[in-house]
Nanobody
């Protein structure tokens, strides 16, 4: 399974971006899909995930600002990011979970996309 993430770019603080992640086949249909990010010099961190039933879970740092959704075919997952701040600057990765349900641990995810860079200027 290949994951293609897109939508990253440069945005001013307070702005919005929408990231997309498309799986090459319907492996993701019954599995959770998640978003992670890695800022320069920092560890990869969990952003949020959507389970097969549509339930979502977010890191505290993005709760209320970011929203994850997926299309009906469940091959594409979206990350709507609002009220962006320079602290959100990172490479954002999408991933397909091992099971229908997943949490924040990267080890719960099997397939990873190549990442898309989000830069938020102050």
């Amino acid at each position: 399974v290949q994951l293609q993430a897109s939508g990253g770019g440069l945005v001013q603080a307070g702005g919005s971006l929408r990231l997309s992640c498309t799986a090459s086949r319907r492996t993701s249909t019954n599995n959770a899909m998640g978003w992670f990010r890695q800022a320069p010099g920092k560890e990869r961190e969990f952003v949020g995930r959507i389970n097969w039933n549509g339930s979502t879970y977010y890191a505290d740092s993005v709760k209320g600002r970011f929203t994850i959704s997926r299309d009906n075919a469940k091959t594409t997952v979206f990350l709507q990011m609002n009220s962006l701040s320079p602290d959100d600057t990172a490479v954002y990765f999408c991933a397909v979970g091992l099971r229908p349900y997943a949490g924040w641990d990267p080890s719960e995810y099997r397939y990873w996309g190549q990442g898309t860079l989000v830069t938020v200027s102050s």
